[in-house]
């Protein structure tokens, strides 16, 4: 990959330039741009095998911020759908 009038960019470089496009594209959480960041300061810098280990840290991490994520939604969605029935009742109380 060729920098718009320089050099070719390291896969680091490559990686903040996408992230800089694209990245307020996503629906990620804060925490899984960190977590994402992180990998990209490892890219290109170490052999095959420490790239691997990086990039299986990485996903370990994700995959942890995703069963978070899971709870959370789980827990607030009960909350959520139980509020909804309540508000439904306490208006037809107050209407009668």
Do not use: F
């Not at 320089?6 to 896969?11: K, M, R, V």
């Amino acid at each position: 990959m060729n920098g718009a009038d320089g050099p070719p960019l390291t896969a680091r470089e490559a990686w903040e330039h996408a992230w800089r496009r694209n990245g307020r594209k996503t629906a990620l959480a804060k925490d899984d741009i960190r977590i994402l960041n992180e990998l990209g300061y490892s890219l290109g810098v170490s052999d095959r095998e420490d790239q691997r280990k990086h990039i299986r840290h990485a996903v370990k991490q994700l995959e942890q911020e995703e069963s978070t994520a899971r709870e959370e939604h789980q827990r607030y969605g009960t909350m959520c759908r139980s509020l909804g029935v309540l508000s439904g009742l306490l208006a037809v109380i107050l209407m009668y």
